[in-house]
């Protein structure tokens, strides 16, 4: 078995991957433009912010695994993963204090204002009148925008800061925000205009692009501090400039709009050159510790795939499918009595949307578990339990 890594990866975790029985080839500077011609015939792609697209995906005739070595997907084509068979996986909550350390970071930098301090000590200049307006954090209302990994890390740093904390989450009920010692908000609408401050800790999906919208952000207080260390898509950032502009607001963000691909480059931004903007280079996953963490959960995943056929953190697999029927059918374990029971079902034109297999101790027998789209009918199951050297018996229930 083969693989390609497509972006930095630690050495030592290169070592791990080929004591797993994989062959590795590393390629770290790969553009995406790139990739299609460099995936040859392995089977295992591994990307950290490398986008993987559609031609690669067509071209890659080996390739059953893409994990992103990392969290959030959004850089990889799933519509086509999704139509080749592809597995795709990611490395969810490595790196989450390492986001959470950022968006700290990024509050008190604005705050104390700390990049103009060191800008003007570097400049020669000394104004300690104008850097000691301060207001401080202690006290203060912070709303979390996403309630996952990532932000129940922000909250526990908010709260050591002593900041009174309301968050909002798809998922996050009353009783799950009371657990946490924080405010619930039902909506994003009803957070933001509470709160001093605003984090963002969205993943990037259809639901929440553009989230963060131009009405969103006009409800925000004068003098809201408002951190974007998600996705660049999830904010109007058009809207933000505006509220930078009119001086309501101030932003710390990692990421941008039209961010370049490549570790190093150009990068022009009216955004970032805003003097209310502090900003940082997608760097919020980006500290050593994060690294290793995500770097043994790929290990982890490799090697749980290639010497068990487990599917690790499996992303794109179906939440529901079009499974109405349940057949349980306890059989003989030889060969052939799956193929029959297949074989009748595909007789009848029945497609098998789910289905597991499993032995009971001894070797002897086994029960199948078969999800079905449609009905079969009984004349279909008479001819299963007709083998009655093969099926012990077959049962039947609607889902």
């Known amino acids: 078995m083969k693989a390609l890594i497509a972006d930095a990866f630690p050495e030592k975790y290169i070592s791990a991957i080929n004591e797993a029985g994989v062959e590795v080839e590393y390629k770290p500077k790969l553009k995406a433009e790139e990739l299609a011609a460099a995936i040859g015939d392995s089977n295992i792609l591994i990307v950290r912010s490398t986008e993987v697209r559609a031609d690669c995906i067509s071209t890659a005739k080996n390739l059953t695994l893409i994990i992103r070595a990392g969290a959030g997907v959004n850089t990889i084509d799933m519509k086509s993963a ?14 989450s204090i390492a986001v959470a350390e950022l968006a700290m970071g990024l509050l008190l930098a604005l705050d104390r204002r700390i990049a103009d301090n060191v800008i003007d000590l570097r400049n020669g200049k000394w104004n300690k009148g104008e850097y000691s307006k301060a207001d401080g954090v202690y006290g203060k209302t912070i709303g979390i925008i996403g309630v996952g990994q990532i932000g129940m890390e922000v909250i526990s740093r908010a709260k050591a800061f002593g900041l009174h904390v309301i968050g909002w989450s798809k998922s996050l009920t009353r009783e799950k925000a009371e657990a946490l010692g924080i405010q619930h908000a039902g909506t994003i609408q009803d957070l933001v205009p509470q709160c001093d401050i ?35 898509e999830v904010v109007d950032e058009a809207a933000l400039a ?114 597991e297999n499993v032995i009971f101790d001894g070797g002897k027998t086994a029960c199948a578990t078969i999800r079905l789209a449609t009905k079969p009918s009984d ?13 012990i018996q077959a049962s039947l229930n609607a889902l």
């Open 379 to 391: 004349d279909v199951l008479k001819k299963m339990l007709s083998r009655s050297d093969e099926v």
């Open 82 to 95: 999704n139509e080749r068979g592809i597995y795709v996986t990611n490395c969810p909550g490595k790196n």
């Open 242 to 355: 505006d509220a930078v502009r009119a001086g309501t607001i101030r932003v710390g963000t990692d990421v941008f709009v039209g961010e370049p691909e490549e570790k190093k480059g150009e990068f022009k931004s009216g955004f970032a050159s805003l003097p209310g903007v502090y900003g940082t280079h997608h760097i919020g996953a980006s500290t050593e510790q994060a690294q290793n963490a995500v770097a043994e959960e790929t290990v982890a995943s490799i090697r749980e795939y290639v010497q068990q056929g487990n599917v690790r953190n499996w992303v794109n697999r179906a939440k529901k499918t079009a499974a109405t029927w349940q057949l349980v059918v306890r059989h003989y374990d030889k060969p052939g009595v799956l193929a029959d029971v297949l074989g009748e079902l595909k007789a009848s034109n029945i497609n098998v949307e789910e289905m």
């Open 198 to 232: 605003v984090s963002v800790h969205l993943a990037l999906k259809p639901e929440t692009r553009g989230v963060i919208s131009r009405s969103i952000i006009d409800q925000m207080k004068p003098g809201t501090i408002f951190l974007n260390t998600s996705r660049a």
